[in-house]
């Protein structure tokens, strides 16, 4: 069964560093998402991502955060100067439509990042 | 982005009992909704869709109230395995792409 993969599983870095996180959407998918948990907390949207280009992003996806497609099947978030705040666990998700119409969007298994 | 409120539980249900939890929205624009499931330190995962209409899906029903603003998940005949936190979740409405998750309803199933 096709899936979204992510890497790494978990990241530890200092306050400060950048980051990136990697995901590979199912390849037949068109929307890309990332969302994160912090611990304890909802799952929070941070971007939406088609035809190569942020469509929506959230009040949490600051100048701090950008997103990228660099060859046609990596999808990366990244993080340009982490804060201890930023520990959490990111979800990536790729949908074949618009997830706000069919809900179903297909979650990788996070990436868990501590800040330090 | 609006609210989704659930209650967090945790609900402790003995197996094969009958549980059901609510969800609130707040933006009436709201089209979609969604139950997803969340196991411990796991990705969510959809359960089913929630139809004006109600729907079934096996021992699981969803219902929508668009007047009050609320959607109900009925679980028959619990499972050890429907252990679990369900995620109520909503579209923003307006056309936007994301989705709006709840906190989740923490269900526990006891032998």
């Known amino acids: 069964e096709p899936e979204v993969t992510q890497t790494p599983s978990h990241q530890v870095t200092q306050m400060g560093q950048e980051v990136i996180l990697r995901c590979v959407p199912i390849?037949?998918?068109?929307?890309f998402y990332w969302y994160r948990q912090i611990l304890g907390q909802k799952v929070e949207f941070l971007v939406s991502?088609?035809?190569?280009?942020?469509?929506?992003k959230s009040e949490i996806f600051d100048d701090q955060f950008s997103v990228e497609r660099p060859d046609g099947s990596n999808f990366t978030l990244k993080i340009r100067s982490t804060k201890l705040e930023d520990s959490a666990m990111y979800f990536c998700?790729?949908?074949?439509?618009?997830?706000?119409?069919?809900?179903?969007?297909?979650f990788g298994e996070g990436s868990r990042l501590t800040v330090l | 982005r609006k609210e989704v409120e659930q209650d967090p539980g945790p609900f402790n249900v003995p197996e094969g009992a009958t549980v059901a939890f609510n969800c609130t929205y707040s933006?009436?624009?709201?089209?979609?909704f969604f139950w997803y499931r969340q196991d411990c330190r796991k990705e969510p995962k959809l359960l089913m869709s929630?139809?004006?209409s109600g729907n079934e899906d096996g021992r699981f029903t969803a219902q929508l109230n668009r007047a009050s603003q609320y959607i109900s998940l009925l679980i028959r005949d619990s499972k050890l395995s429907d252990s679990a936190t369900y995620l109520c979740?909503?579209?923003?409405?307006?056309?936007?792409?994301?989705?709006?998750f709840g906190k989740g309803t923490h269900l526990i199933i006891q032998p």
């Open positions: 979740v909503v579209n923003s409405g307006g056309g936007a792409d994301g989705l709006t």
């Open positions: 998700a790729s949908s074949t439509t618009s997830g706000t119409n069919t809900g179903e969007l297909f």
């Open positions: 991502f088609y035809n190569n280009e942020i469509s929506e």
């Open positions: 933006n009436s624009a709201s089209q979609s």
């Open positions: 929630v139809y004006s």
């Open positions: 390849s037949n998918h068109l929307y």
